[in-house]
């Protein structure tokens, strides 16, 4: 059974970080794409950060760009979001999520590529 499990959610003021983490149980995590969604009240989900499995291949959503980066671990089955210069806007459910495919090098932006997802953490950005 595939589990994605977010940690490291929590309060911050404005121009802080924290750095999420994604650990994953359940599949062959390095043959996995891995993404960042997140979806603040209200709104839709958005794009954040996507990893191919390899971490060649990365993207960022223009709102995040130069402030967030994303890594992986393959030894450790993890992925992580290292957020800094965070601004009130970024307040949302954070939400990590595998690829449909595997053995892929892609890293797709589309969030319907994504069919494991976890449970999210809560991020709240104070002004």
């Known amino acids: 059974q595939v589990q994605l499990v977010e940690s490291g959610g929590g309060l911050v003021q404005a121009e802080g970080s924290l750095r999420l983490s994604c650990a994953a149980s359940?599949?062959?995590?390095?043959?996995?794409?891995m993404v960042w969604f997140r979806q603040a009240p209200g709104k839709e989900r958005e794009f954040v950060a996507t990893?191919?499995?390899?971490?060649?291949?990365?993207y960022y959503g223009d709102s995040v760009k130069g402030r967030f980066t994303i890594s992986r671990d393959n030894v450790k089955n993890t992925v992580y979001l290292q957020m800094n210069s965070l601004k009130p806007e970024d307040t949302a459910v954070y939400y990590c999520a595998a690829d449909r495919a595997t053995f892929s090098s892609r890293a797709s932006i589309m969030e319907y590529e994504y069919n494991y997802w976890g449970q999210g953490t809560q991020v709240t950005v104070s002004s």
């Open positions: 359940g599949l062959i995590f390095s043959s996995y794409a």
């Open positions: 990893i191919s499995r390899s971490g060649i291949n990365i």
